[in-house]
């Protein structure tokens, strides 16, 4: 069986929504362990920039949910050419340009 190579893609936002706790709690060391896990597992961090801005400007006019950080997250994914798109928010899966799977869907 061949197996496709799986490159890891996330944006700056999930550094920034992930470190709030340990920075609010001073738990420096899961600031260490977080950017140790995103080295080990060779996460490539995608900046926001105005083309993905302008991606998320569209999405959440046309979702109207969609939160900001969301729609900023669906865009770097979009911009990234990636296959599939992980959440926990079921709400996103209403998004057609990128396949969106939530951890319930694997069971």
């Known amino acids: 069986m061949h197996r496709k190579n799986i490159q890891v893609v996330t944006s700056a936002i999930t550094v920034e929504e992930y470190l709030v706790y340990p920075y609010s709690s001073g738990q420096i060391d899961f600031v260490d362990n977080f950017k140790r896990f995103l080295d ?33 997250q669906i865009s770097s994914a979009i911009a990234s050419r990636c296959d ?21 869907d694997l069971r």
Request: one cysteine or more; a negative charge; proline letters at 2%.
């Open 84 to 104: 599939m798109f992980f959440t926990n928010d079921k709400q996103l899966r209403q998004e057609k340009e990128i396949p969106c799977m939530t951890m319930e």
């Open 40 to 72: 080990y597992m060779n996460v490539e961090i995608i900046d926001i920039n105005s083309d993905i801005a302008e991606q998320a400007s569209k999405l959440r006019g046309q979702y109207k949910g969609f939160k900001a950080m969301d729609a900023l």
